[in-house]
């Protein structure tokens, strides 16, 4: 599996390029200006799982990803960008005219380790703000969020609430058959890697 050890500028830049040009095919954008990428490295043929964060205008307009690694990274990559943008039923699809203005963020998730606990309480207690990403399952219930998201939740007790409100489940709902499993992420953001072009145009620094 991709090792934290690899996960420098370089490659975040790399995997940010390939979900770009993955949804710019999607789209047929004929008009995508960016260099390519060694797609034969032998990193990005290793198992990956991530997640592929858009965003527009300062909002989101989609996120799809993968919990555990099941194929080659750049595949994942690939597929979970062109999700986001076009199979997110939150959002609309996203078109030739918003390619522009969406900006990405990979989230390369470690492996998932299951989290052991007595109570509520005592999962309350485990989770690391800022840290870790939380899947949560329940029956036939499961839902997730990345550690980005404790950005906006800031409390365990918010963070676990609004992670069963998102699974479909009372956010005071307990049940001692609830699973929590936790992970953390490398993560690269487009807006990491902006210039401006003379023109005034943005332009993806990869």
Request: include cysteine.
């Amino acid at each position: 599996m991709f090792s934290p050890s690899m996960g420098c500028c370089e490659q975040g830049k790399a995997l940010l390029q390939i979900a770009r040009s993955s949804i710019a095919r999607a789209l047929q954008v004929d008009h995508f200006d960016n260099d390519a990428v060694d797609t034969s490295a032998n990193w990005l043929a290793e198992p990956g799982a991530t997640f592929i964060t858009l965003m527009q205008h300062g909002r989101l307009r989609g996120c799809i990803g993968s919990l555990q690694a099941h194929q080659a990274l750049i595949d994942n990559v690939s597929s979970n960008a062109v999700s986001a943008a076009l199979h997110d039923n939150r959002f609309p699809p996203v078109t030739i005219n918003d390619f522009g203005s969406i900006s990405l963020e990979v989230s390369l998730l470690s492996t998932l380790q299951p989290l052991t606990f007595t109570s509520e309480a005592d999962a309350l207690a485990q989770l690391r703000p800022g840290i870790d990403g939380v899947m949560m399952e329940y029956g036939v219930y499961r839902s997730t969020f990345l550690p980005q998201v404790w950005e906006i939740l800031l409390q365990p007790r918010e963070f676990l609430d609004q992670l069963k409100l998102k699974a479909g489940l009372y956010p005071d709902f307990w049940d001692d058959a609830i699973q929590l499993s936790r992970y953390t992420v490398q993560k690269w953001r487009e807006t990491d890697f902006i210039k401006e072009k003379s023109d005034g145009r943005t332009d993806w620094c990869y």
